[in-house]
């Protein structure tokens, strides 16, 4: 079965830090695999998504990148982090084929100080 | 993405009732999901619909994809403690992409 591992669970970071989380996906090939923010008490908002390795859509201009260095590896990264930056972040994925469901990872909870 | 536009936005019910929710957008969808999130964890798909008309059950919820294809609800029966959460609404056209609406927040009175 697929399962999906997101790290660290909860980060406290200062502000002019750097970024990175991590999100692996087992037991599947070639996902597409999607970065999400959700703020306190909010919906999700879509920042990244790759349909391969190497590929990076980006949604909305922001201080974050993200990069797919393996095909189940999805790193969201930052060179300085804002106070903006504080949230939820899921990691997502979906086998790619006609089956369109996306299953999400744990989160990790970024606090931006 | 397009916007889902979700409602109620939250809601306090008895334990037992009945809960109702939708989701409305004015754009088509190929695709209707609907998630649950508790506190702090990541959303976890509870149905999928994929047929315009489409009645789907899973255990005490059902889910209907609207006939106009812009429309989808969420009933969940007897309500329990446990179903206290987010739920959250998701649409798909053709793309890799979904479209969420903004939460509908249960909370049970036990």
């Known amino acids: 079965s697929q399962t999906i591992h997101q790290w660290p669970a909860t980060l406290v970071q200062p502000v002019g830090s750097p970024l990175s989380l991590e999100c692996t996906v087992e037991g599947t090939s070639n996902p597409n695999l999607y970065w999400y923010r959700q703020a306190a008490g909010r919906g999700l908002q879509l920042l990244f998504y790759s349909v391969g390795i190497g590929q990076i859509s980006s949604e909305v201009p922001q201080n974050l990148s993200a990069s797919r260095p393996q095909d189940r590896q999805f790193i969201l990264s930052s060179k300085k982090l804002l106070l903006s930056d504080s949230g939820f972040y899921l990691c997502a994925w979906t086998s790619g084929t006609a089956d369109n469901e996306q299953f999400f990872g744990p989160g990790t909870r970024l606090t931006v100080l | 993405g397009q916007q889902l536009n979700q409602s109620p936005q939250s809601m306090f019910i008895q334990e037992g009732e009945d809960v109702s929710m939708n989701c409305t957008s004015s754009s088509i969808f190929n695709t209707w999901l609907w998630y649950k999130q508790d506190p702090g964890e990541g959303p976890v798909l509870l149905i999928a619909l994929y047929k315009a008309g489409e009645l789907t059950s899973n255990g005490r919820l059902t889910a209907q994809f609207g006939i106009t294809r812009k429309d989808s609800f969420l009933n969940i029966s007897a309500s329990i403690p446990s179903d206290v959460g987010i739920y959250f609404c998701?649409?798909?056209?053709?793309?890799?992409?979904?479209?969420f609406g903004a939460g509908t927040t249960v909370t049970v009175r036990a």
């Open positions: 998701a649409g798909q056209t053709n793309d890799y992409k979904l479209s």
